[in-house]
């Protein structure tokens, strides 16, 4: 059992308790099937530092009024499979992130849809390094971020082999931001994107 992360609230002006709701870390083969999570306090699902992981068929419904509720947050993992899933937040829907507990690497994100949230995203962190990405079939229906890919020079690190491919986007304001500023913190850490495929991506309605 870990410690639980503080925020402040801003209606009391004190602090609070905001677990998440499933952590998986340093494990193999974990499989979450046909399950449906609802109002985390925190992060939905974060998985670190494990071999094998796979949500299928999962829901995930929260307010997007609610802040830091990512969806499912695979860090510094491998053979990672997310698919046939519907996820609804107040945050990232599906956040790839690294630091120095190593790579995220040979990832499959296919088969989703996406409501409310901050879209498919790859980062803050990415120093670990991201590579073998693969994102296929996904539907962002109202995220206020459709493709991104965010880091900057505290945190950066190389973003490589990363394919999205036939992605339909609607009524999203930012379709498409690929940053390396994501922040104005100092560091030596810069960031490097390299080999980024966009197939088949298409937004049905304006956007920045």
């Known amino acids: 059992l870990h410690s639980f992360p503080t925020r402040r609230s801003s209606?009391?002006?004190?602090?609070?308790?905001?677990?998440?709701?499933?952590?998986?870390r340093q494990s193999d083969g974990f499989t979450m099937y046909r399950i449906t999570l609802r109002n985390s306090p925190n992060f939905h699902v974060g998985v670190d530092q494990t071999n094998d992981f796979t949500a299928w068929g999962v829901k995930i419904q929260t307010p997007k009024t609610a802040r830091n509720t990512d969806g499912i947050d695979p860090s510094s993992s491998t053979n990672v499979t997310i698919a046939y899933c519907d996820i609804t937040t107040g945050d990232d829907d599906v956040a790839i992130k690294t630091g120095a507990t190593g790579p995220s690497t040979h990832m499959t994100i296919a088969h989703n849809h996406f409501y409310t949230g901050h879209g498919m995203s790859i980062g803050s962190g990415t120093s670990g390094g991201v590579s073998a990405i693969r994102v296929s079939d996904l539907t962002l229906?109202?995220?206020?971020?459709?493709?991104?890919?965010?880091?900057?020079?505290?945190?950066?690190?190389l973003v490589e082999d990363v394919s999205y491919e036939n992605v339909c986007i609607r009524d999203v304001p930012n379709p498409i931001l690929l940053t390396p500023m994501y922040t104005t913190f100092s560091g030596d850490k810069l960031p490097i994107y390299r080999n980024i495929l966009l197939k088949n991506v298409h937004s049905a309605t304006p956007g920045w």
């Open 141 to 157: 229906d109202g995220t206020d971020y459709g493709i991104r890919i965010k880091s900057d020079r505290s945190r950066g690190g």
């Open 11 to 24: 209606d009391l002006d004190q602090s609070q308790s905001v677990p998440r709701l499933i952590a998986v």
